[in-house]
């Protein structure tokens, strides 16, 4: 079922995509010079609901190149106590 709803979804961007171009393409006087102009639009265009996906996808496996490591700050470090110990040391006695 989602299936065909996506399917659908794409097929009405598709349309919408094309009666733009077909708007744009209008206002263009010549026939040449609007199929030059149709055709790129039409690449730019198709992939702009999914764009924030493919910029976004390149973004994160960037994100998880530079931070795949622990860090561990040496400042705070327990010596072996776990954090409520350590609060309680440190606040109750």
């Known amino acids: 079922m989602t299936g065909l709803l996506l399917i659908f979804m794409a097929v009405i ?3 919408i995509a ?5 708007f744009i393409a209008s206002k263009i ?3 040449a010079l609007s199929l030059v102009i ?6 730019v265009l ?7 996906e493919i910029i976004g996808g390149r973004q ?3 994100l998880c190149k530079e931070n795949s490591t622990i860090q561990v700050d040496r400042k705070t470090r327990l010596d072996g ?3 409520w110990q350590k609060l ?6």
């Open 88 to 93: 309680q040391e440190k606040y109750y006695r």
């Open 81 to 83: 106590l776990s954090i």
């Open 60 to 62: 994160f496996e960037q």
């Open 46 to 52: 198709l992939p702009m609901p999914i764009m924030d």
């Open 13 to 15: 961007w598709l349309v």
């Open 38 to 43: 149709s055709i790129p639009l039409f690449i």
């Open 29 to 31: 006087p010549g026939r």
């Open 18 to 22: 094309l009666f733009i171009i077909a």
